[in-house]
């Protein structure tokens, strides 16, 4: 059973910084993209950043680029969100994600939510103003 566990949310105030991880077990994943999303109260769920299979090739949305790095280790089938100068417009529950496709041949960076097969549950990141 493929799970994506994401970890290291919480409460910051404006201006901090949080590193989510998301740990993948099941298979691994190695060779495919991965994401983050996020998705605030009332609003729907939005792309944040997205990395290629090797790492080499990154995507982010404009609200966050600047501020937020994307990371992976393929040695423990887990990416990485560094968050840095947080506002409160950053708050939501963030989602990872994982494409299904193992493609090593072709780089890809989905930004939209039916580029990914895969999504964990979520961890809330709360920033106070």
């Known amino acids: 059973q493929v799970q994506l566990v994401e970890s290291g949310g919480g409460l910051v105030q404006a201006g901090g910084s949080l590193r989510l991880s998301c740990a993948a077990s099941?298979?691994?994943?190695?060779?495919?993209?991965m994401g983050w999303f996020r998705q605030a109260p009332g609003k729907e769920r939005e792309f944040v950043a997205t990395?290629?299979?090797?790492?080499?090739?990154?995507y982010y949305a404009a609200s966050v680029k600047g501020r937020f790095t994307i990371s992976r280790d393929n040695a423990k089938n887990t990416v990485y969100l560094q968050m840095n100068s947080l506002t409160p417009e950053d708050t939501a529950v963030y989602y990872c994600?994982?494409?299904?496709?193992?493609?090593?041949?072709?780089?890809?960076?989905?930004?939209?939510?039916?580029?990914?097969?895969?999504w964990g549950q979520g961890t809330q990141v709360t920033v106070s103003s």
């Open positions: 994600a994982a494409e299904a496709s193992a493609d090593t041949l072709v780089v890809v960076l989905p930004i939209g939510v039916s580029g990914y097969d895969y």
């Open positions: 990395i290629s299979w090797s790492g080499g090739d990154t």
């Open positions: 099941g298979r691994t994943f190695s060779s495919s993209a």
